[in-house]
């Protein structure tokens, strides 16, 4: 180490005692003055000197060290802490791996609050508004009272009162949708049936029809406008009904029922409906009708139950709670004793149904977020309005029902679960009414978000307005358009073209994906990135490397068979002068080996090989004599049992 510097050493004993406080670290502590002077107090020695310096520095840059640390570590705490606040931060599109940057997240927060600052000023003006609206019934209720009162004081009219607890049930209870004295006794039955039954959360189901209008845009839009402006007929108002259900756990799913109002759509010409997602089937109004249910009862329904309580390790033994709707059956339990139906009573479905606590408005909340999310991803984020018209005008029933399949996917299990919190609470884990509308309150906003990217302009209300009109009803001029528009479209489509998995289609198909993965190879630097990529694609193909790998050997097997046929078919005038009885393979290519002048049989020798063959005399010891070697043998001439002038021809047939 070079010796310290006497003279600069001085001057910063010196500058320490002009200025006792020494300079703050990162941290903001302050060296007393007791310390600087100790530091001053330094013997002859500059070697111990220059090292108590050397320490002094080392302990601040640790310090300071420390205290950057700590302060790295507060903030992505708060930046951690504020992307599990805000909603849009945690329902990202990306996968469960990607970290959000911090401009990112303070973009989305700030967004949020803007959010919510709309949301609050428009629930204060609800609340407003229903406050008004309390006002006026209280009046017109005490101007009742007043009536009344002065109705009663007339002499001669008791006998055509009528009494108060009638006049005024308009005001009470019964303008509630739902019976909830009803609901309250139905609750302890129903728990008396579970008990006594025996049944599990995996053992009880529900199911629900809910309307749907699969090709609608809010009614603010450009797109609605114009399509409602337009002759002729109206897409938006083509409704399909489905058929949603799960068990108490939400461990199971049950596959949607979908009724279209045709049986055969342009969209879905070619394809093979009982590989679809749903179970399609179709009327003229698109209802479930009392035929449909029993089919979807019997056929879907009992095998899919039956075989996820095997797969549980649970008796076959179903609770099915439905409500009255006219094309629930009312014989099932009688049908099939392994299920026991249960009925809600009249006018507390929306009290009761566990699908119609959440479940149905989450699923339709997904749809139309899925809807705008399918049109942004077709268009790569084109904002113009012929771009986006043109894919909307090309969104199919077939496009309506694989967002279907996503949307009833996106449903969470606690979801299914805390949906049965009314009508058994003993199901019912761990569920907060909360969490589903911090989740619903997402999904709104993600919808807003993709409307502005397509210069839409929807609002939080519009997509409110567009969820709740799935309710209405189409009226009978309505239906006979949306009827007449689907023969026209039936009777337009041409033939459809067979679809199939063919051996050279498939072939050509895979090598594409190949060539692919030698570009992404070549371009992305990421080897580790690449490889997760190139995994993912390899194993979403193996399903159709295997089936091309079968159609080839099948192929080959056929091919093998053809050619035996054949030489059967011409050898067959010639059978009677087989003397030995030898026949042909089933699945190789014979071999013919000629011989010119004859020999006899005795002379030849065999060897293993993978290719039989066969041995033609000739001239032959007796017409049509052929010799044939045994599969896995080739036969061999002995050279020296070879007699002179014998020439050997050797060909495959």
């Known amino acids: 180490m070079a010796e310290a510097n006497p003279g600069h050493e001085g001057d910063e004993r ?61 903030i992505n705490k708060g930046y951690d802490s504020l992307q599990d606040l805000v909603p849009t931060c945690q ?39 229903l406050k008004k609206e309390f006002v006026a019934l209280t009046i017109m209720k005490l101007n009742y009272e007043q009536i009344v009162s002065a109705h009663q004081s007339q002499p001669g009219q008791h006998s055509k009162q009528i009494s108060d607890d009638v006049k005024f049930q308009v005001l009470q209870d019964e303008a509630a949708s739902g019976d909830k004295e009803a609901a309250v006794r139905f609750q302890s039955c129903f728990a008396e049936i579970i008990r006594d039954g025996g049944y599990t959360a995996d053992q009880v189901f529900n199911v629900d029809e809910t309307g749907l209008f699969w090709k609608r845009m809010p009614s603010c839009t450009y797109i609605s406008k114009e399509e409602k402006t337009a002759p002729g007929h109206k897409v938006s108002k083509e409704r399909l009904t489905l058929l949603l259900g799960s068990n108490a756990s939400g461990d199971f799913k049950l596959k949607p029922l979908l009724v279209y ?114 049109v942004l991803r077709v268009t790569e984020n084109c904002s113009d309005k012929l771009v986006v018209k043109q894919v909307w005008k090309g969104y199919s029933i077939l496009d309506a029902v694989k967002n279907i399949e996503i949307s009833w996917n996106e449903v969470k299990k606690s979801n299914l679960n805390g949906a049965w ?48 009109s799935h309710a209405e009803e189409l009226s009978a001029e309505d239906l006979i358009e949306v009827e007449k528009q689907m023969i026209e479209e039936e009777e337009e489509a041409p033939a459809p073209k067979p679809r199939a998995l063919d051996a050279r289609s498939l072939s050509q198909a895979l090598a594409f994906f190949e060539q692919g993965l030698v570009m992404m190879k070549e371009l992305d630097p990421d080897v580790e990135r690449f490889t997760q990529f190139q995994r993912v694609i390899e194993d979403a193909l193996t399903f159709y490397k295997e089936t091309v790998k079968e159609k080839q050997v099948k192929r080959s097997i056929q091919s093998k068979l053809e050619i035996y046929r054949f030489k059967r078919k011409c050898r067959a005038p010639h059978a009677a002068h087989n003397p030995q009885g030898m026949s042909y393979p089933d699945s190789t290519t014979p071999e013919i080996i000629e011989l010119s002048p004859p020999i006899s049989p005795e002379e030849i020798s065999y060897h293993e090989s993978t290719t039989p063959e066969i041995i033609e005399l000739s001239p032959p010891t007796s017409p049509g004599l052929s010799h044939h070697v045994p599969s896995r043998q080739s036969p061999v001439i002995s050279r020296g049992s070879i007699p002179d002038g014998v020439t050997i021809t050797k060909n495959r047939r």
């Open 14 to 74: 010196e500058a320490d005692h002009r200025y006792p406080y020494s300079r703050c670290s990162s941290t903001g502590s302050i060296h007393t003055l007791t310390s600087s002077a100790n530091n001053t107090d330094v013997t002859d020695d500059e070697d111990s000197d220059r090292g108590s310096q050397m320490s002094y520095k080392e302990r601040r840059r640790e310090a300071h060290t420390q205290a950057e640390q700590k302060r790295r570590n507060a």
């Open 91 to 129: 329902n990202s599109e990306q996968g469960q791996g990607y970290k959000m940057s911090k401009a990112t997240v303070l973009q989305k927060s700030i967004d949020y609050i803007q959010f919510l600052k709309k949301e609050k000023s428009k629930q204060e003006e609800e609340v407003a508004a």
């Open 261 to 374: 109002l045709t049986e055969n759509p342009r969209a879905l010409q070619g394809i093979f409906k009982p590989k679809l997602p749903v179970i399609w089937k179709a009327n003229k109004k698109a209802w479930v009708t009392v035929v449909i249910f029993e089919e979807w009862f019997k056929y879907h329904f009992l095998p899919a139950v039956k075989k996820y309580l095997e797969e549980k390790g649970l008796e076959f033994k179903v609770l099915l709670v439905l409500d009255n709707a006219p094309s629930h059956p009312t014989n099932l339990g009688e049908i099939y004793p392994e299920v026991e139906v249960v009925y809600l009573p009249p006018n507390t479905t929306s009290l009761l149904q566990p699908m119609d606590q959440g479940v149905i408005a989450s699923f339709k909340a997904y749809y139309t977020r899925e809807t705008f999310r399918f």
């Open 421 to 468: 919190k009314k009508l058994c609470p003993d199901f019912v884990m761990d569920f907060k009414d909360s969490e589903k509308g911090k989740s619903l309150d997402a999904v709104r906003w993600n919808t807003v978000l993709y409307s502005k990217k397509l210069n839409l302009e929807v609002k939080a209300e519009d997509v409110n307005k567009l969820l709740e």
